[in-house]
């Protein structure tokens, strides 16, 4: 009886055991299943699969005319299953040189055996890894060592140009996202949605033959279309690499524009980087490279300004084309003295006072208009704002608050200091001034192209504003032609075009100060003048040369643009007839008053320079019934010639091919007196070779460098 109860409590001992057992199991497993299954089954899923991410082919960015500017190429990701790495030092010798890579990081990767994959290097172009498989594929050695290696599809950026429009463009980093310009600007549209590949693998993670493959196919990225023209880009790249050469200069930048719509044709800035092989072990480097200067960057414009101040005040009627304005080579505004650039240019009307570039003239027309209607007329140009263009990190300018400015400060933004602007700005609003009074907003985006090339976006022109009437628009056509056929822009003329614009030379800060020796000459220029297509402004900062006016430093390279876009875009030269339509018959002005003189030549499309100080003009050159193109200058004579005979007269000699010096050791040992414009070797002077002129005429004569040929 004792025995069978004893028996009977070690049965149920056991049984409680069990059941106690089997319980702790029921309660293991339905927390296994219950709270960590989608934990442990992912586990194992990545345990016995390989993930991989399909990239997505990136978006290519194409130029006007689908020209390539940068693409997506095939590269390749070069990893490694440390668990198959017999020998990583002896493996990271044969891999380093092959993919530029350093040994010892690699060594360290390949060893850590507790991981199955790990990044060898990323884009990795397609002939390094071909070099690495007929490795693979030789002696029996050289297959043990590279076992474990193995390639996944990778992509990388390729800029076909090189150096070309590189700031614009931007740069992407090793996982093909946007860094900076377009690549960042555009990076939702451009990256495209990334596909998925998982293949079955063993303990060793080891692909299985007959594993499943499960595989979402990637999307590609949209394509941009720019409004720029690589042709116009490589013509503005090849100007600006001559014009920093030339000048020594700090930095330059160029906008060519499409004057009617505000589409960006060309945009460089010097200097510049190989997007293909960027710095990027000098980060602060690359950070100053990748700057878009031309819409990040103000400046004191300088007389270039002059267009938009000179445009404001006959729209608003403060001025008109007879005014005359008296420079006496400075201008006292509240005890502070402005200076011009020149010792004096004397009577001037309006038409004279834009072509001297006078900045005492310019004082007295924007205190004419006063800061209630200057800032009217600055906003309705879109100065203070941004242009709202399609680029990142684009600067609003600086405009002093119109509440505190003084009369000083009036006089001195009427000629281009105390206001700061970017390149972007001041080029749309001096298109503004040209093409019938629209301020467009600028674009550089014309199209979004999906994979198929369909568009699926578009960019129209937008009219921002209209800050001048039609008619005053006309006007300052006809003044900024007069300035490159007569006044200070006369480095951009291109015969058989007609050129105008406006030359500037602008003070650069340092320390807080104004610095004496060093300037942003500048300028900016349109064509054809009847109807005006194009702008280019060109900006030149810190030119080490001898003479660093806007006039010598940038004009010269504008006009270089200008002369090769102009015949690219279809814009023909001016026939025989075209030019006789232009032509004037010379007034005969000997024995009038200046004033009368002055009214008669300007009704004959004419300008004058006056030489002397009499009130009674007693000689001209070119003589009255002779032939001469509209805007051309008539120097009237003031001088006491009763005493002067027909043998006193003298011949005007030839200085063309001359530098400054000797052409004016010529002239003055024939008893004249030269005007120099620019500087360089002599091209053109006024009066001819040839003309007889009394004694003491002065000569001008404009120098230019020579253009680089290649």
Known sequence: MRADLK??????????????????????????????GKALTARGVSQWTREGVVTAQRGAIVDRNGDILTQSTTAYIVSANPQLMEYPAETAAILAPILQ??????????????????????????????????????????????????????????????????????????????????????????????????????????????????????????????????????????AMRECVAANNAKSVQCIVMDVNTGAILALCMKPDYDPNQPPRDDVALLNELMRITAVTDVYEPGSTFKILTCAAALDAGAVRLEDGFHCTGSITVDGDKIRCWKVSHGSQTLTEALANSCNPAFVNIALRMGTDTMYRYMRAFGLGNRTGIDLPGESSGILINSSVVKNVDLARIGFGQSVAVTPLQLISA???VVN??????????????DTEGNVIDKTLPQVMSTPIREETSALMRT????????????????????IGGKTGTAQVYKNGRVSSD???GSFIGFAPMDEPRIAVLVTVSEAQVPVDFGSVTAAPYARQILEQALPYLGVKKMTTDNVAARDALVPDAVGLSLAEAKKVLMQNGLLC????????????????????????QVMLYTLDTASITAEDMLCVPDVKGLSIVEASRLLR?????????????????????????????????QFEFPMNEE
């Not at 003044?479 to 007609?498: C, W």
């Open 518 to 520: 060093t300037h942003i």
């Open 669 to 701: 040992a024939r008893g004249l007196e030269m005007i120099v414009s620019g500087s360089g070797l002599a091209v053109k002077q006024t009066p001819a070779a040839g003309a007889y002129v009394p004694p003491d005429t002065q000569v001008q004569v």
């Open 7 to 36: 028996i009977r409590k070690r049965i149920a001992f056991t049984l409680s055991i069990l059941t106690l057992f089997f319980l702790l199991i029921g309660v293991r497993i339905g927390s296994l299943t219950l709270f960590q």
């Open 430 to 432: 001096a298109c503004s």
């Open 436 to 449: 019938g009074g629209r301020l467009m907003k600028p674009f550089i985006v014309d199209a979004v192209l």
């Open 479 to 498: 003044l900024l032609l007069n300035v490159v056929d007569n006044g200070g822009g006369r480095n951009a003329h291109i015969d058989g075009y007609e």
């Open 609 to 632: 320079q006056v030489i002397g100080q009499g009130e009674y003009v007693t000689f001209q050159l070119p003589y009255a019934e002779s032939r001469a193109r509209q805007g051309d």
């Open 101 to 238: 890579a350093d040994a010892e990081s690699m060594t360290v990767k390949m060893a850590k055996k507790g991981q199955a994959m790990v990044i060898l290097k990323r884009q990795v172009p397609r002939e390094a890894v071909d070099e690495i498989r007929t490795l693979r594929m030789g002696s029996e050695e050289m297959r043990s060592l590279l076992k474990g290696i193995s390639f996944d599809e990778d992509t990388r950026r390729f800029y076909p140009k090189g150096a070309f429009l590189s700031q614009v463009l931007g740069l992407t980093n090793v996982d093909s996202q946007g860094q900076s310009g377009l690549e960042s600007r555009y990076e939702t549209l451009l990256k495209g949605e990334a596909g998925l590949l998982k293949t079955e693998v063993d303990a060793k993670a080891r692909i299985l033959p007959d594993g499943e493959t499960f595989y979402v196919p990637p999307k590609s990225g949209s394509t941009l279309r720019l409004t720029i023209d690589s042709v116009l880009q490589e013509v503005a790249e090849k």
